[in-house]
């Protein structure tokens, strides 16, 4: 299962490196790799929760989720789980 995890991530991230345009702001890109995580979260848990009912503690299986994935990919201060339940919450808040 961790092996199949790390697949996925790794073809999320090199999705989504092809759907950011050059020169975009890099909180752009975390973003939209949030927005990856989500939809990945719900399909695979079978969840129907919107994407944005999905909790922003940095206690929740989501966040730790999200940042076991992004941790080797991003700088520690934008991969932590508190840096990225922070993020979610401002992305939650922006949609309401």
Not at 27 to 32: A, L, R
């Amino acid at each position: 299962m961790i092996e199949d995890l790390k697949t996925l991530m790794e073809e999320i991230v090199a999705r989504q490196r092809r759907m950011i345009r050059r020169g975009a702001d890099q909180k752009t890109h975390y973003d939209t790799a949030l927005f990856g995580l989500a939809d990945i979260w719900l399909s695979h848990s079978g969840s129907d929760q919107g994407r944005f009912e999905l909790p922003h503690s940095e206690n929740s299986r989501f966040i730790k989720f999200c940042s076991a994935a992004l941790g080797p990919y991003v700088p520690a201060t934008e991969g932590s789980a508190k840096a990225l339940a922070n993020r979610w919450k401002r992305l939650k808040d922006r949609e309401s």
